[in-house]
Nanobody
Framework: LMFSCRRGGGLVQAWGFLRLSCATS????????WGWYRQAPGKQRELVAT???????SYADSVKDRFTISGDNTDNTVYLQMNTLKPEDTGLYLC???????????????WGKGTQVTVSS
């Protein structure tokens, strides 16, 4: 699977907003869920949000009510709308898809390269 970030991160002031998107190309037998993770310097990678093809979502407590994740089943694209950004949201954001490429293969996590989000105070 290949990933491409159509619109990435960048530098934004606190209280601002950004929208991330990540498209996958290549054949997929089944998508289990899409997700966004982030990693700040010196910290472990943390889960930000996930969404299933059926639309069920989950969020880290730190981003609830500020971020919205959505997925497009037609082209396997995952979006992350980030509002009311805070300096602590700064980090490298990575998109993830847990999927089965062919019916006879096992489920695998695939990762995009990541896009940097920097929130200034």
């Amino acid at each position: 699977l290949m990933f491409s970030c159509r619109r990435g991160g960048g530098l934004v002031q606190a209280w601002g907003f950004l929208r991330l998107s990540c498209a996958t190309s290549g054949s997929i037998f089944r998508v289990n869920n899409w997700g966004w993770y982030r990693q700040a310097p010196g910290k472990q990678r943390e889960l930000v949000a996930t969404v299933t093809p059926g639309g069920a979502t989950s969020y880290a407590d730190s981003v609830k009510d500020r971020f919205t994740i959505s997925g497009d089943n037609t082209d396997n694209t995952v979006y992350l709308q980030m509002n009311t950004l805070k300096p602590e949201d700064t980090g490298l954001y990575l998109c993830n898809i847990n999927a089965r490429k062919d019916w006879y293969r096992r489920d695998v996590d695939y990762w995009g390269k990541g896009t940097q989000v920097t929130v200034s105070s």
